[in-house]
């Protein structure tokens, strides 16, 4: 059974840290993986998909890794800001099978002073 | 311009009644999916339809019935609320039922049963 695990579950920088969010997957057949930030009382958004035969995926201040082999994922973030503040989830769709789901993560929470 | 829309936002009802979630999409895609986010935050899938299809049924009471009356549109009919529903309900559609391409979320649905 696939499980999701994301390290730290909260995290608290000081404005402009280089920071470095964790996930690890317990199956490594996946189709691909995508991380998502949620803001408190809002819905997920988007940040980086990264297929199964991609190393990694950039996007602004954001890049996400994946080592499939080992099962993690990271997600690395440049220079934060406070408005990076919010929930980060991982969440992978599983591969095999004709249907797919994702499986999300244990989150981490984000919080970044100025 | 919203890609998956959720009505409504909030939903503050008893115990004991029927209560109604409605989803829409407007990316085109075939796939549509609905996630439960419960009071740790945690995110589990509860179905999908493909093409109006039922695909998807993740061991979820009976008192949950989704409907899909085009592919563009999903609603999740609950009888019976129970205190135990209380969670943010999440729409999410993809372009296919194999999540290849990732996957785009609703604002989600804050249901409160008293």
């Known amino acids: 059974k696939q499980e999701v695990t994301q390290i730290p579950a909260a995290l608290s920088v000081p404005e402009g840290e280089n920071l470095v969010l964790n996930c690890s997957f317990t199956?490594?057949?996946?189709?691909?993986l995508q991380w998502f930030r949620q803001d408190p009382g809002k819905g997920l958004t988007s940040l980086l998909l990264?297929?199964?035969?991609?190393r990694e995926q950039t996007s602004g201040r954001l890049n996400a890794s994946l080592d499939k082999s080992s099962g993690r994922s990271t997600l690395y973030i440049a220079a934060s800001q406070p408005g990076d503040s919010a929930t980060y989830l991982c969440?992978?769709?599983?591969?095999?099978?004709?249907?797919?789901?994702?499986?999300f993560g244990t989150g981490t929470l984000l919080a970044v002073q100025p | 311009d919203t890609a998956v829309s959720q009505t409504p936002k909030y939903l503050v009802t008893q115990m004991g009644n029927d209560k109604s979630i409605k989803c829409e999409q407007n990316?085109?895609?075939?796939?549509m999916y609905w996630y439960k986010q419960d009071s740790k935050k945690f995110l589990k899938i509860m179905f999908s339809?493909?093409?109006?299809?039922?695909?998807i049924n993740e061991t979820v009471p009976n008192r949950f019935s989704p409907k899909s009356p085009d592919k563009a549109h999903l609603n999740l009919h609950i009888n019976s609320l129970e205190l135990g529903d209380s969670a943010v309900y999440f729409c999410?559609?993809?372009?296919?039922?194999?999540?290849?391409?990732?996957?785009?979320f609703g604002s989600g649905t804050r249901l409160t049963v008293v």
């Open positions: 199956d490594s057949a996946i189709y691909n």
């Open positions: 969440a992978i769709t599983p591969g095999g099978g004709a249907t797919n789901k994702l499986i």
């Open positions: 999410a559609s993809s372009p296919n039922h194999r999540g290849h391409y990732g996957y785009t």
């Open positions: 339809y493909n093409n109006k299809e039922l695909i």
């Open positions: 990316l085109g895609h075939d796939t």
């Open positions: 990264i297929q199964s035969s991609q």
